[in-house]
């Protein structure tokens, strides 16, 4: 079935490109050439929705708490799928919660006869871990296959917590370099705030979704950073030659000017990260479905609004090009110390 | 726009290149076995796509301390008699070993004695200057002996060294394919055996340290009577192997020790056809035990396995021949089991399990679908938006994605990199990541068009000030990459592998591949207006 409905859309993509190189397909513009959106206005209304939802975010994250994976909890994790017909979810909650294990969870996962079981830390070190999966193998015995099944030690997850947080720290701090470097200092503060932004309001979608926060997540997180940043550096790089070029516009009018000239390139690249991260989350398998969810949330949602909305706006706070008259006055010196 | 002709030629023949790499790929492994070694290099599958089983194992670094100091224990009372010098009180307290010499002149000679025992870390190059032994007066002809931290953490080292040899040993018996045994850190061994059903035979293997010794049972007393307390202290009391667990009182006294042995076989008893392993000792090891059971034909003698009591038999005759047989009730898988253990020898130290991560073969065979099916409905959606967006120059861009993620393959199969099905979502990624730098091309050439350059000038101008902001833009993604490599394990760093090669090979892709195909159109086509 999938194997012919690729076949179609093969041909399909064959008769495209033969009428797309034979310039018979008339043209498509999804954004109009020349917007005049006035975004920098606007943050008067960006900049509280934000302040709001990144308020709300934080409140989340201290009352419903993040759903930490094993990870960075420890513990043991499961994945069963019953042999015969679909899995008695209250008699397996009844057999392993009679082992003493502890907190036992259950879940349906995917199919019918899938089911995710999570166990506590077992109390005693690394050995009492292995113990507690022994137990539950002799209790379900040959009724189940094990198609997954992760133990994380206590050492080993306080270590990949470590290592995940400082590793996102360490991220934000290199691309700030980076962007110092790059740009000006004002721009890396802005990309900052902007990062921050970011990292904030998904975690509070995790906090919303119960998505356990594990490895993936911060290999998400570190993916949303990214690209969102992708996102600013375009728009920055656009601010950056305007500043050079028109000395005598006033801020807003040259931000704006930068944002809407980016903005058609903007929707576009969207679109296409959408699509395939729509590909992704629709048929990419359970296995990386919280991983794609987050991406999702944070590249399409939050990414590129904090680009356009806050990013670019905040740079006005942060005084960007104020000293601009003073270089107009003594051409030798005009262009700003950025690099080309 | 202008490209030299031997331009045009590096820029095909690398892209070429590269994406021949990938060739191995699509052929089975025993086609491409049967090449010439360079040509073999290709794609591993991870362990979430092809199922196996990931152990991170930690060498008891308490245990490891704790033989140590034992170790010195012996070596002290033994310089110490060989040098005539009367001691009381050695023993192990905390981390010191302690000794007090009974004739307070002596010191200064028990010290020098002590302190021969020391040697400088590291070996010969070793430049640190510190010494495996500190040696210290405590006044009043006590002697303390401490082992510095760097001491032990250079055990720990040649433990997991031996290790990892010893479970080479052991998970090659199971006869798995291209297993991954490497160290981690100081004191962690990472464990990655693919294609494995079910992972309990491999922890069994791997938990016991398989010190095996033979000893004399003490019959001087009977187990109860040494549960009361009257244990002899030269003697111990160790549990039987098989239930009822039943004690045995065991001298401390090694007869033989497993390091002894030259070969292991399991099989079965010629008479009660029972299972059975056969073992041979090297030269001394036969000598050792020919004298031992001489010396005690109607006593029992036990075979001492990582504490427990195996068997013990009574020796009706001397066995001269340096060979013999173990019984312990054992089943045929147990006796299987042994005989490997006893061959790979034991490990210096126990390990622990810290971490396990087990994928399913059924699993595994999902997410491959899965992320085929997810990737290619991810292109087909990209392309056909590309197409409609921006036609002529879409296909351009389409030409431009296919060149990348084949270079990306090609690449991965350079490096033998792992995929994994976070990688595949790297990959897919990377194709909506890869049409944005196509994307401001174009939309800076839309740009210079309607500021009312000519096809020629606007193209050019596009490309120059597009690839200044493609390049920073990409940078700030492939440090996330970087740094997500450094901090992640498993999936996530093959996730991290896809995004940065994606990153690159997408920057290339823009600089020379699109620019090229955008070029040769212009010569060949030489546009009044640009359809874009």
Not at chain 1, 117 to 134: T, Y
Not at chain 1, 181 to 194: K, P
Not at chain 2, 58 to 75: C, I, M, P, T
């Amino acid at each position: 079935m999938t194997f012919w409905i690729i076949i179609a859309l093969a041909a399909f993509i064959v008769v495209l490109t033969v009428v797309s190189i034979l310039d018979l397909l008339p043209s498509m513009r999804i954004v109009p050439d020349d917007t005049k959106f006035d975004f920098i206005r606007f943050r008067r209304i960006s900049f509280p929705i934000s302040a709001v939802l990144s308020i709300f975010a934080i409140v989340l994250y201290f009352s419903h708490g993040l759903n930490f994976g094993i990870d960075f909890r420890g513990g043991t994790l499961l994945e069963i799928q019953q042999k015969s017909g679909p899995a008695d979810i209250a008699q397996l909650r009844a057999t392993l919660s009679g082992l003493g294990l502890g907190d036992v969870q259950l879940q349906l996962f995917g199919g019918p006869n899938d089911v995710l079981v999570r166990i506590g830390q077992q109390p005693g070190g690394d050995a009492e871990q292995q113990a507690a999966i022994q137990k539950v193998r002799q209790a379900l015995g040959d009724a189940v296959e094990y198609r997954r099944v992760e133990v994380v030690g206590p050492r080993v997850s306080s270590e990949l917590l470590a290592y995940g947080v400082g590793g996102l720290m360490l991220a934000i701090v290199g691309i700030l370099m980076y962007l110092w470097f790059r740009f000006e200092w004002q721009f890396a503060l802005g990309a900052m705030i902007a990062n921050v932004h970011d990292i904030v309001l998904t975690i509070g979608f995790m906090s919303i979704a119960q998505i356990d926060f594990d490895l993936t997540s911060i290999a998400a997180l570190l993916t949303i950073l990214g690209y969102s940043l992708n996102d600013t550096v375009v728009i920055y790089d656009r601010i950056r030659e305007m500043l050079r070029r028109y000395k005598k516009m006033s801020m807003p009018e040259l931000l704006n000017t930068s944002i809407n000239a980016t903005l058609s390139r903007s929707i576009i690249t969207h679109v296409t990260v959408t699509l395939a991260l729509f590909a992704l989350l629709l048929f990419g398998g359970k296995a990386i479905h919280s991983f794609t969810a987050t991406m999702m949330f944070g590249v399409v949602l939050v990414g590129t609004y904090t680009s356009v909305f806050i990013a670019a706006p905040i740079l006005i706070y942060l005084g960007v090009g104020t000293n601009r008259l003073d270089d107009e006055e003594a051409p030798t010196t005009a262009a700003k110390p950025a690099r080309p | 726009m202008y490209f030299t002709r031997w331009k045009i030629f590096w820029i095909v023949a690398t892209a070429l290149l590269v994406c021949a790499l990938a060739v191995p790929n699509f052929f089975p492994e025993a086609t491409v076995k049967t090449w010439p070694k360079w040509a073999q290099r290709h794609i591993v599958l991870g362990l979430d796509l092809q199922g196996g089983s990931h152990l991170l194992l930690e060498v008891d670094s308490g245990a490891v301390k704790k033989e140590k100091l034992n170790q010195v224990l012996d070596d002290a009372r033994r310089v110490l008699r060989e040098a005539r010098i009367r001691f009381s009180g050695l023993s192990v307290r905390g981390d010191v070993v302690e000794v007090r010499v009974t004739d307070a002149a002596e010191t200064a000679n028990a010290l020098n004695k002590l302190r021969e025992l020391s040697q400088p870390l590291g070996g010969l190059l070793g430049s640190s200057g510190q010494r495996s032994l500190e040696v210290q007066d405590g006044g009043g002809g006590l002697i303390r002996v401490t082992v510095p931290p760097a001491a032990i953490t250079e055990r720990i080292r040649q433990s997991v060294e031996q290790s990892i040899q010893i479970i080479e040993r052991r998970v090659n018996e199971l006869g798995t394919v291209e297993p991954l045994i490497q160290r981690q850190g100081i004191d962690r061994i990472l464990v990655q055996v693919p294609g494995l059903q079910d992972p309990t035979r491999l922890k069994e293997l791997l938990g016991k340290t398989a010190k095996m010794d033979f000893r004399m049972v003490d019959t001087s007393i009977s187990p109860e009577q040494a549960q009361q307390g009257r244990l002899p202290s030269e003697s111990e009391l160790l549990l039987n192997a098989q239930p009822p667990k039943a004690p045995v009182v065991i001298k401390k006294e090694v007869l033989v020790s497993g390091g002894d042995l030259t070969d292991a076989q399991p099989g079965f008893d010629q008479r009660t056809s029972e299972p059975i392993v056969s073992f041979k000792f090297n030269t001394s090891g036969a000598r050792k035990f020919s004298r031992a059971t001489s010396d005690n034909v109607g006593l029992p003698f036990a075979i001492v396995l990582d504490n427990e009591v195996i068997s013990a038999p009574v020796i009706r005759e001397p066995i001269t021949g340096g060979s013999g047989q173990i019984s312990g009730g054992f089943t045929v898988q147990q006796a299987n089991d042994l005989a490997i253990l006893l061959r790979a020898g034991a490990l210096p130290a126990p390990l622990t399990i810290v971490e396990e991560r087990t994928v399913g073969p059924g699993l595994g065979q999902d997410s491959i679908e899965a992320g085929e099916l997810a990737s290619y409905v991810g292109a087909i959606l990209v392309i056909v938006f590309m197409l409609l967006t921006y036609r002529l120059f879409g296909f351009f861009a389409n030409v431009a994605v296919l060149i990348n993620v084949a270079m990306i393959f090609g690449i991965l199969s350079l490096l033998n990199a792992t995929l994994t099905l976070p990688g595949i979502a790297g990959v897919v990624l990377t194709v909506g990541i890869a049409v944005d730098s196509n994307v401001l091309i174009y939309e800076r050439i839309r740009e210079e068009l309607r500021a009312g350059r000519s096809p020629i000038t606007a193209i050019d101008a596009g490309f120059t000030r597009a690839l200044a902001t493609i390049l920073d833009s990409n940078i700030t993604t492939f440090i996330a990459a970087v740094v997500l490599f450094w901090v992640g394990t498993g999936p996530v760093r093959g996730f991290a592998v896809t995004l940065g090669i994606g990153i690159i090979t997408t920057v290339f892709t823009a600089f020379t591949v699109t620019r090229l195909i955008v070029a040769m159109w212009l010569r060949w086509k030489r546009p009044q207006t640009v359809p874009i």
